[in-house]
T-cell receptor, first 111, second 114 residues
């Protein structure tokens, strides 16, 4: 079993749809969690950090469920420009160091 | 603007050659990392360094070497011992303290063995 698992998709949704991705992790001592966005043949870019209290940035909401060991990303009112691969990142520390990346979930938003 | 610069963008290596990938950052970050990404897969850690003149192996260090002589620079050498080096190589940096907010990545180097 992988340390961090994501549904690879692809998720194909129409513009305006709401879509949610989950990412499960096996290390219960994990401390830091992030969602990154990666466009085709580009570097990953930080989308948002994930906190136990949940956090929201515009149309994006991230949640952490420590009891069930998963993080989620919700995208509301999907735009064509949201089409990308979304990587979840899990780290056992609160101050950086070695992280484990999921393989990514691919989202395609269609007109 | 501060950032992290990788060069070259594309690199072609012949069998049996060593090649060095450059990574420079002016973000004043203490930590630097090298990741490898293969098609359809996530990032796998090759090496990382949290202070100058010190570095640790990641999950797939075999066939690679690094140095950290300056805070700003973390070059990666892909040696001839790396049997399947064709991949997308990403360098990243981060702060090292409580409340860190993830990695900043360079734009990557695509290495192809010819």
């Amino acid at each position: 079993r992988k340390e961090v698992e994501q549904d690879p998709g692809p998720f194909n949704v129409p513009e305006g749809a709401t879509v949610a991705f989950n990412c499960t992790y096996s290390n219960s001592a994990s401390q830091s969690f992030f969602w990154y966005r990666q466009d085709c043949r580009k570097e990953p870019k930080l989308l948002m950090s994930v906190y136990s209290s949940g956090n929201e940035d515009g149309r994006f909401t991230a949640q952490l469920n420590r009891a069930s060991q998963y993080i989620s990303l919700l995208i509301r009112d999907s735009k064509l420009s949201d089409s990308a691969t979304y990587l979840c990142v899990v780290n056992p520390h609160t101050n950086a160091g070695k992280s484990t990346f999921g393989d990514g979930t691919t989202l395609t938003v269609k007109p | 603007d501060g950032g992290i610069t990788q060069s070259p963008k594309y690199l072609f290596r012949k069998e049996g050659q060593n090649v060095t990938l450059s990574c420079e950052q002016n973000l004043n970050h203490d930590a630097m990392y090298w990741y490898r990404q293969d098609p359809g897969q996530g990032l796998r850690l090759i090496y990382y360094s949290q202070i100058v003149n010190d570095f640790q192996k990641g999950d797939i260090a075999e066939g690679y070497s690094v140095s950290r002589e300056k805070k700003e620079s973390f070059p990666l050498t892909v040696t001839s011992a790396q049997k399947n080096p064709t991949a997308f190589y990403l360098c990243a940096s981060s702060i090292v303290r409580q409340g860190w907010n993830g990695y900043t990545f360079g734009s990557g180097t695509r290495l192809t063995v010819v």
